[in-house]
């Protein structure tokens, strides 16, 4: 589990794609700390396994599933990425519940600045916008933010100066991709209503055989 709080940007070293699966390498430092063989790292906020590990940075393996999702695989040697480690146990929650599995991507469609903060609007799939309230919570390429606008089409977030230094979102251009993560609460929420109304239904069905079994 992460938080969407990014430590570092990571520099890709070298991409190697056969087929639909391939391997990543990537120049890091600080979520190289406590970390060893097998442990998670998000990239882009894409959970990866550390498969190896040396002092200047780390690699993992990428399969089918992963860059169908994402936009891991239009990552090219000298691109930033988003890093962050997985959450420790007694660490400070400061984003909100990120899982490291992409539901899709988006495309940043407007950029506009407002005083000392940077709006990004970002058009995606009706099935993510579904997901997305206003003032709810958003992972993009990783990073936890608030939505601030919602439409049928897209939604937009507001970034403040540290975000934009901490994190390579204000690097991205009209018409770039994004990975998105919607809050996992919404998603278990939408499931349940989905679920209710199924199980409703079989109950009534068992209420009515129940009673006419009784000849009520």
């Known amino acids: 589990m992460f938080t969407g709080i990014i430590e570092e940007k990571g520099k890709i070293r070298e991409v190697k794609l056969s087929g639909v699966s391939g391997t990543i390498k990537i120049a890091a430092s600080k979520v190289l700390e406590g970390t060893k063989l097998g442990d998670s790292i998000a990239v882009n906020g894409v959970c990866l396994t550390v498969t190896q590990m040396d002092d200047a940075g780390f690699s993992a393996d990428v399969m089918a599933e992963t860059l169908r999702r994402s936009s891991l695989g239009s990552l090219s040697k000298g691109d930033y990425v988003n890093l962050e480690r997985a959450m420790a146990a007694d660490g400070r929650f400061g984003g909100h519940i990120v899982s490291g599995h992409i539901d899709g991507m988006g495309t940043i469609s407007k950029v506009k600045n407002e005083g000392n903060a940077t709006w990004i609007y970002i058009s995606t799939s ?30 937009a977030v507001s970034v403040i100066p540290h975000t934009a230094s901490e994190t390579t979102l ?47």
């Open 170 to 216: 204000l690097d991205k251009k009209i018409d770039d991709c994004v990975n998105l993560e919607n809050d996992i609460i919404g998603k278990y929420v939408q499931k349940f209503f989905s679920c209710g109304g199924n199980e409703n239904s079989a109950q009534e069905k068992r209420d009515r055989k129940i009673l006419e079994f009784l000849n009520l």
């Open 126 to 155: 009706k099935n993510i916008l579904d997901l997305i309230v206003e003032k709810g919570s958003i992972a993009i390429d990783g990073i936890s933010l608030t939505v601030a606008k919602v439409s049928d089409v897209d939604f």
